[in-house]
């Protein structure tokens, strides 16, 4: 596939790195772990070593994890939901379900209750101490959940037709249910769900929904299917055939809408409005727009199939792939300013890129199987990890530590973000 390439330098200096990871690799592999008290600690690359390491006997797989102010919680595949203190990694409550969980968790910030939904197909929710709250029986197996200060909403992807369903956090009333035409919840403030939402097999409509009761608080006229609908507290926007439209997140009404001809699959709200769109020769491009005109800011180029957009408050980072000369794919980052001056470009020495996670002072660039952390100032470098068991991971990026499930090792670890 055609791309651009990185200069032969900066690619020189991934090869060597690649080869010293594998080289490290084997080292590990033939030194082997350190246990204590149910926790380990491995080398990670670059002299990193997880502050801990907690491997759940009998789990086999763990699920992706969430994060509270004072627990980690990952479900596994041995049924339970497991929370772990932050600091230590030991066992703060474990829970026990009716099947594997492998959906994410969701928590508030503090307190509890936790909800998690299990491949049994039943939605729970859990208290602090680790009893059942309440439990809503189902048939989903596979189901996402997002969590607001006033509603748990479940979307099960298991149907005919995609059904996001809501519930009070506390009791379990079931408050809604409605059919939506997204495998994601990107709309959800405390004051309200933004989806798609079908009304025939050809045409959509953007509506808000209130969280209270799922009555709906303004909808678009139907037209053809809405490729994308992203939303924050004050801004819906949304695209179809080849125009961009932004809508009042109060009312509905239209603030601007501007032709944008064919664009890519991602599209993020951040200071700006930020769409990808596909360039001639198989790149990409990131486009800029102003959030209350729609003027077309700036737009840049960058490698292949773009897999994630990260923005803050002064920047917007981008994750993309490119070749590497040596053969294989590399994954590239990109840092734009809000004026489209772009601040570092970096090859990464991981051999694809999925997401990134942007704290004051790092970047993440997270791939299925490992991540590296680099200085968000510069782009520079500054260490990476990969399992020695080459387990899938499942990364949650905080303000100082990234924490790890080991897809397939039945594992978590916290590492410190310096």
Same mark, same amino acid.
């Given at each position: =596939?055609?791309?651009?390439?990185?200069?032969?330098?900066?690619?020189?200096?991934?090869?060597?790195?690649?080869?010293?990871?594998?080289?490290?690799?084997?080292?590990?592999?033939?030194?082997?772990?350190?246990?204590?008290?149910?926790?380990?600690?491995?080398?990670?690359?670059?002299?990193? +070593?997880?502050?801990?390491?907690?491997?759940?006997?009998?789990?086999? =797989?763990?699920?992706?994890? !969430?994060?509270?102010?004072?627990?980690?919680?990952?479900? =596994?595949?041995?049924?339970?939901?497991? *929370?772990?203190?932050?600091?230590? *990694?030991?066992?703060?409550?474990?829970?026990?379900?009716?099947?594997?969980?492998?959906?994410?968790?969701?928590?508030?910030?503090?307190?509890?209750?936790?909800?998690?939904?299990?491949?049994?197909?039943?939605?729970? !929710?859990?208290?602090?101490?680790?009893?059942?709250?309440?439990?809503?029986?189902?048939?989903?197996?596979?189901?996402?959940?997002?969590?607001?200060?006033?509603?748990?909403?479940?979307?099960?992807?298991?149907?005919?037709?995609?059904?996001?369903?809501?519930?009070?956090?506390?009791? *379990?009333?079931?408050?809604?249910?409605?059919?939506?035409?997204?495998?994601?919840?990107?709309?959800?403030?405390?004051?309200?769900?933004?989806?798609?939402?079908?009304?025939?097999?050809?045409?959509?409509?953007?509506?808000?929904?209130?969280?209270?009761?799922?009555?709906?608080?303004?909808?678009?006229?139907?037209?053809?299917?809405?490729?994308?609908?992203?939303?924050?507290?004050?801004?819906?926007?949304? !695209?179809?055939?080849?125009?961009?439209?932004?809508?009042?997140?109060?009312?509905?009404?239209?603030?601007?809408?501007?032709?944008?001809?064919?664009?890519?699959?991602?599209?993020?709200?951040?200071?700006?409005?930020?769409?990808?769109?596909?360039?001639?020769?198989?790149?990409?491009?990131?486009? !800029?727009?102003?959030?209350?005109?729609?003027?077309?800011?700036?737009?840049?180029?960058?490698?292949?199939?773009?897999?994630?957009?990260?923005?803050?408050?002064?920047?917007?980072?981008?994750?993309?792939?490119?070749?590497?000369?040596?053969?294989?794919?590399?994954?590239?980052?990109?840092?734009?300013?809000?004026?489209?001056?772009?601040?570092?470009?970096?090859?990464?020495?991981?051999?694809?890129?999925?997401?990134?996670?942007?704290?004051?002072?790092?970047?993440?660039?997270?791939?299925?199987?490992?991540?590296?952390?680099?200085?968000?100032?510069?782009?520079?470098?500054?260490?990476?990890?990969?399992?020695?068991?080459?387990? +899938?991971?499942?990364?949650?990026?905080?303000?100082?530590?990234?924490?790890?499930?080991?897809?397939?090792?039945?594992?978590?670890?916290?590492?410190?973000?310096?």
């Amino acid at each position: =596939m055609p791309s651009e390439r990185p200069d032969r330098s900066e690619a020189t200096g991934n090869r060597d790195r690649n080869v010293s990871r594998r080289e490290v690799l084997g080292g590990l592999a033939a030194v082997g772990s350190l246990a204590v008290a149910g926790c380990s600690s491995i080398p990670g690359l670059g002299g990193r +070593r997880p502050v801990w390491r907690r491997d759940i006997d009998g789990a086999f =797989m763990a699920g992706p994890p !969430a994060v509270t102010d004072e627990l980690v919680l990952v479900g =596994m595949q041995d049924k339970a939901l497991y *929370g772990l203190r932050r600091e230590d *990694g030991s066992t703060a409550l474990r829970f026990e379900t009716g099947g594997p969980i492998e959906a994410r968790p969701v928590a508030p910030a503090s307190g509890g209750p936790y909800h998690v939904h299990s491949t049994d197909g039943d939605l729970y !929710a859990v208290d602090s101490a680790g009893d059942e709250l309440w439990r809503d029986e189902g048939t989903p197996y596979r189901a996402r959940l997002v969590r607001t200060g006033s509603l748990v909403a479940e979307l099960d992807l298991a149907g005919p037709e995609n059904t996001l369903a809501g519930y009070d956090p506390q009791t *379990g009333d079931r408050r809604f249910e409605r059919a939506v035409s997204s495998y994601f919840l990107n709309g959800v403030t405390d004051d309200s769900f933004v989806v798609p939402v079908p009304v025939s097999e050809t045409e959509s409509r953007v509506t808000s929904l209130s969280p209270a009761d799922g009555s709906v608080r303004w909808r678009t006229e139907p037209r053809r299917w809405y490729s994308n609908v992203v939303a924050d507290a004050r801004l819906v926007v949304a !695209a179809r055939d080849g125009t961009l439209t932004a809508f009042e997140r109060s009312d509905g009404s239209v603030r601007w809408r501007v032709p944008i001809g064919d664009v890519g699959r991602t599209m993020v709200l951040g200071s700006q409005a930020y769409l990808t769109r596909d360039r001639d020769g198989g790149r990409q491009e990131l486009l !800029a727009f102003d959030r209350e005109t729609g003027e077309r800011l700036w737009e840049n180029p960058t490698g292949y199939q773009i897999r994630a957009v990260e923005a803050t408050d002064d920047a917007v980072f981008v994750g993309s792939r490119v070749d590497d000369p040596d053969g294989g794919i590399l994954g590239r980052i990109d840092c734009f300013g809000l004026d489209g001056t772009r601040r570092w470009q970096t090859v990464t020495g991981l051999p694809s890129l999925d997401s990134l996670g942007v704290t004051d002072s790092r970047v993440v660039a997270v791939w299925d199987r490992g991540f590296e952390v680099l200085a968000r100032e510069t782009g520079a470098s500054r260490w990476s990890y990969e399992p020695e068991s080459y387990s +899938r991971l499942s990364l949650r990026v905080e303000p100082s530590s990234v924490f790890v499930s080991y897809v397939g090792d039945g594992a978590v670890a916290r590492f410190p973000l310096d």
